[in-house]
Antibody, heavy 122, light 107 residues
Framework: QVQLVQSWAEVKKPGASVKISCQAS????????IHWVRQAPGQGLEWMAV????????TYAQKFQGRISVTRDPSTSIVYMELRGLTSEDTAVYYC???????????????WGKGTTVTVSS | ELVLTQSPGTLSLSPGERATLSCRAS???????VAWYQQKPGQTPRLLIF???SGAPGISDRFSGSGSETDFTLTISSLEPDDSGVYYC?????????FGQGTRVEI
C-alpha cells in the first residue's frame, strides 16, 4: 500500500542541525510532490517546504529560507529535510506528506507519514 | 500573503447534530484548490475534502464541503463521537501551501 515512513525521533541541542528522512513506497516516487509540515506542541499545522522528486526542484516557506534544505534520492525513494540553527521553537512533530491526484486532478495531501518528533533542548 | 481564518475556534455539539465550520480567505482563491483535513488527538492529519467539495476516497458522505472565492464551509451532517478532533482548511493553489489555524470539534 502507499505509505511514507519517517525516521525516528531526534533530540538536539540549540544551534544544531537535524536531518529527517521520509521513505516512500507503494507508488511511483517521482510522480508526486512531497511536502514537509510541522506541528509544535498544542499548535496547528505549519507548511515548510515542497520538493518535486522528479527534478528535485524545491519551494521553501519564507520563514525557513536560509536554514532548510530538502533533497531527494530517487534510487531509494527517500526525501530528506534538514533544518539548521535549531532553537527551542523548532520543537515539533515534523510530517512529510504526498500531493495526491485522482483522475489527473490534484487533491492536496492525501498520504502522510506518522511524523518525526524533534526536541530541541539544552 | 494569503491568510486563512477559521471559525469558530471551538465547536461543542452533541451526537447527531450538524456541525458547520467556516474558513475565510484574506483574498479570493480558486475553489479548485481548497482542502479540509481532520486530525484526531495523537494522530496524523487525514484528507477529507479536496477541490472545496469533493470527498477524498474512503471518506464518509457525512462530510461535505462548499464555498467559493473567500468563504468556504465544511459541514458534518450528523455528528458521531469519533468525529472529535481539529479540522483544518488549506489552500493548495501554489507550491507554497497555507493552512488555517484549525477548529476544534468537541462531541
Amino acid at each position: 500500500q502507499v505509505q511514507l515512513v519517517q525516521s525516528w525521533a531526534e533530540v538536539k541541542k540549540p544551534g544544531a542541525s537535524v536531518k529527517i528522512s521520509c521513505q516512500a513506497s507503494g507508488y511511483t516516487f517521482i510522480n508526486y510532490d512531497i511536502h514537509w509540515v510541522r506541528q509544535a506542541p498544542g499548535q496547528g499545522l505549519e507548511w515548510m517546504a515542497v520538493i518535486n522528486p522528479s527534478g528535485g526542484s524545491t519551494t521553501y516557506a519564507q520563514k525557513f529560507q536560509g536554514r532548510i534544505s530538502v533533497t531527494r534520492d530517487p534510487s531509494t525513494s527517500i526525501v530528506y529535510m534538514e533544518l539548521r540553527g535549531l532553537t527551542s521553537e523548532d520543537t515539533a512533530v515534523y510530517y512529510c506528506a504526498r500531493d495526491g491526484t485522482i483522475f489527473g486532478v490534484l487533491m492536496a495531501m492525501d498520504v502522510w507519514g506518522k511524523g518525526t518528533t524533534v526536541t530541541v533542548s539544552s | 500573503e494569503l491568510v486563512l481564518t477559521q471559525s469558530p475556534g471551538t465547536l461543542s455539539l452533541s451526537p447527531g447534530e450538524r456541525a458547520t465550520l467556516s474558513c475565510r480567505a484574506s483574498q479570493s482563491v480558486s475553489s479548485t484548490f481548497v482542502a479540509w483535513y481532520q486530525q484526531k488527538p495523537g494522530q496524523t492529519p487525514r484528507l477529507l475534502i479536496f477541490g472545496a467539495s469533493s470527498g477524498a476516497p474512503g471518506i464518509s458522505d457525512r462530510f461535505s464541503g462548499s464555498g467559493s472565492e473567500t468563504d468556504f464551509t465544511l459541514t458534518i451532517s450528523s455528528l458521531e463521537p469519533d468525529d472529535s478532533g481539529v479540522y483544518y482548511c488549506q489552500h493548495y493553489g501554489s507550491s507554497a501551501r497555507t493552512f488555517g489555524q484549525g477548529t476544534r470539534v468537541e462531541i
